[in-house]
């Protein structure tokens, strides 16, 4: 079989293309943006008419998944873990409603936080839906789960959660594909009321939901990717280990057998009978996670009765927070620690920074400017490349929390009697949950002014296409807000004094503003030049 070099990404995105899906769909968040991006760039996908644009947000993404589901055809939905939180209400009810076509829901998770605002897991929210959850820890396990997870999902009518963490994701590795199998053919449930989760059918399929819990225990305690070794020559400590942190494991003892008994997760609900033989065998458990304390968590609770210690986060054995890594798991097993050289004082920290010629610059420095009479405290800021403007030397805002944030935290702040109040946010962030905030706005009439940065991508993910690209004025316009305080410049310095007077102007006005700084994404204008430039 061919053989292909794959990050962890694109072997989720070739399994699920080998394995006959019809459709993916997501949002660009770091560490899950390369599967849609593999199967846009595969000529596979294009010949297959595989659907792969992206959505306006993680849950718009998660519905359209379930329709295609609903219709008999695989699919798959991408997000990172924070994008499941947008998508939850339809991952919880999809629970419910099963699945018909398989669906699996690919969520990557970034503990350590490399680009993102907290660390969750999602091992918590699958446990929550009480669906099967998948969590490989090499590049072709990621592969050969999407071929499981659609047989998995279709054999209990269910949606299955595939967890992947940012090494995993970002990193290549050798991958063994299969045959590849046709599309499924259009066929609707036998159920057409499956999906209606109306009172009386809701409780039916919830009942269902928890008589299947024993079914995929049982899945779970028969997983080949679940792999109990008990031959071992030290049962001192037994070791558990979730997905990528087996690799963290093995890498302390590259050129021999591991000592200690080993079970290795990757299929969730945790194996019961294998913990258990585990346990029964060793004087003590470690348990190795790449995230929170999920499993270690379940094992010290209240359903667990033996006495035995079990060390890993919770003890702080292993550090509560950050990644995981082989230096942490040496530490944990008290093996000598192999960290390199100090870092030489001549190497300098580079901290993040907006692209030389960004946009975001000129209109930063601009609204600073307009904003000088007030002093600080009056941004609210959104997530996208824009964030930096925290960075010197604009200092220009104040807040980062959600997805759409910045326009209902200036909303709520001028509520409060906070003037001016002025939120920002990106292009592609409005139309994946800036709409409705800005509705809010326009209801109450609130006094802000909400900067829309119009750069024309998704910037921060590498430049992807959004739904409402061009849209920006009419979708404004339909709202409510007045046409006369919809106000658009192109942020250069050339412009200095327009930008700065509109800025003042819809400051100056009681009601809602609409200020839109046009000017296209610096990094996507190169690649368009550097493409129309004949060689």
């Known amino acids: 079989m061919e053989k292909m070099m794959l990050l962890g990404d694109e072997a989720v995105a070739q399994g699920a293309l080998d394995a006959g899906i ?12 390369e599967i849609i991006e593999y199967a846009q760039q ?3 996908a294009e010949e297959m008419k595989v659907h792969r644009n992206w959505s306006s947000n993680e849950k718009t993404a ?3 998944a379930l329709g295609m589901s609903f219709s008999g055809k695989r699919a798959m939905v991408t997000m990172k873990h924070v994008g499941l939180n947008v998508a939850a209400d339809p991952f919880m009810n999809s629970a419910c409603t099963g699945a018909h076509g398989g669906l699996i829901v690919a969520v990557a998770d970034d503990p350590s ?8 897991d999602s091992r918590f929210y699958g446990k929550f839906a009480m669906i099967p959850v998948l969590e490989p820890s090499n590049q072709q396990e990621c592969y050969d789960m999407a071929f499981f997870g659609f047989e998995l999902s279709e054999k209990y ?5 595939l967890r992947l963490t940012t090494r995993l994701a970002h990193s290549r590795s050798g991958v063994i594909r299969r045959n590849s199998i046709p599309q499924k053919e259009l066929k609707l449930p036998e159920d057409l009321y499956q999906f209606l989760l109306l009172p009386a059918i809701a ?9 299947l819990q024993s079914d995929f225990l049982k899945e779970a305690e028969e997983s080949p990717f679940n792999q109990l070794t008990l031959d071992a020559k030290d049962y001192s400590v037994g070791i558990i280990t979730t997905g990528l942190a087996y690799n963290y494991l093995r890498e302390n003892f590259i050129d021999q057998p591991i000592p200690y008994p080993v079970l290795k997760i990757s299929h969730y609900p945790l194996p019961e009978k294998a913990i258990h033989q585990l346990y029964d065998k060793c004087d003590s ?10 499993a270690e968590d379940i094992l010290k609770g209240l359903s667990w009765t033996g006495t035995k210690p079990i060390h890993g986060r919770l003890d702080g054995t292993i550090e509560r927070d950050g990644e995981l890594n082989p230096n942490k798991v040496a530490r944990a097993l008290g093996l000598p620690d192999t960290e390199g050289k100090p870092v030489p004082s001549v190497v300098r920290p580079r901290p993040p920074a907006l692209c030389v010629g960004c946009p975001h610059s000129d209109s930063f420095l601009a609204l600073n400017e307009a904003l000088k009479d007030y002093g600080k405290g009056h941004v609210f800021s959104d997530i996208g490349c824009y964030t930096l403007g925290f960075m010197p030397p604009y200092n220009a805002i104040n807040s980062c929390v959600d997805m759409g944030a910045s326009i209902t935290m200036a909303k709520g702040a001028a509520d409060a009697g906070l003037y001016p109040s002025i939120g920002v946010i990106g292009d592609s962030t409005f139309f994946h949950s800036g709409l409705t905030g800005l509705m809010d706005c326009v209801y109450e009439n609130a006094n802000v002014v909400i900067v829309i940065l119009d750069n024309s991508t998704t910037a921060m993910t590498g430049g992807q296409e959004y739904t409402g690209y061009g849209k920006i004025e009419d979708v404004c316009k339909g709202i409510g807000v007045h046409p006369d305080h919809i106000r658009i410049f192109k942020p250069l310095k050339t412009n200095w004094d327009e930008m700065v007077r509109i800025y003042q102007e819809e400051i100056a006005y009681n ?3 609409v200020v839109i700084p046009r000017r296209e994404c610096i990094q996507t204008l190169r690649k368009k030049n550097k493409m129309e430039t004949p060689e």
């Open 157 to 161: 009518h269910i949606p299955v959660l």
């Open 22 to 33: 019809s459709g993916f769909y997501g949002y660009p968040g770091t560490p899950s943006t």
């Open 62 to 64: 998660l519905e359209a």
């Open 42 to 44: 595969s000529k596979q």
């Open 203 to 211: 409780r039916r399929r919830y009942k269902h939901l928890i008589e």
């Open 285 to 294: 458990l470690l348990v190795l996670e790449e995230g929170m304390p999920f």
């Open 113 to 120: 936080m490399h680009s993102s605002q907290n660390e969750q």
């Open 511 to 513: 009601g809602v503003s």
